[in-house]
């Protein structure tokens, strides 16, 4: 049986095509503003860096 794969990052990254710095900068800019749920203390990496 083939083995399915986990994560729909690779789906996600065809669907949306090459993308250039500018879309990289404007992604990075709209996952900035999503709010962090951990707590203060379980916070290690950015949430952005995380997304």
Known sequence: MPVVASS????VLAKLGPLDEQDTDRLRACFA?????????????????VV
């Open 8 to 11: 729909p990052i690779p789906a």
């Open 33 to 49: 503003r999503i709010p962090d749920p951990r707590s203060r203390r379980g916070r290690w990496y950015p949430l952005v860096s």
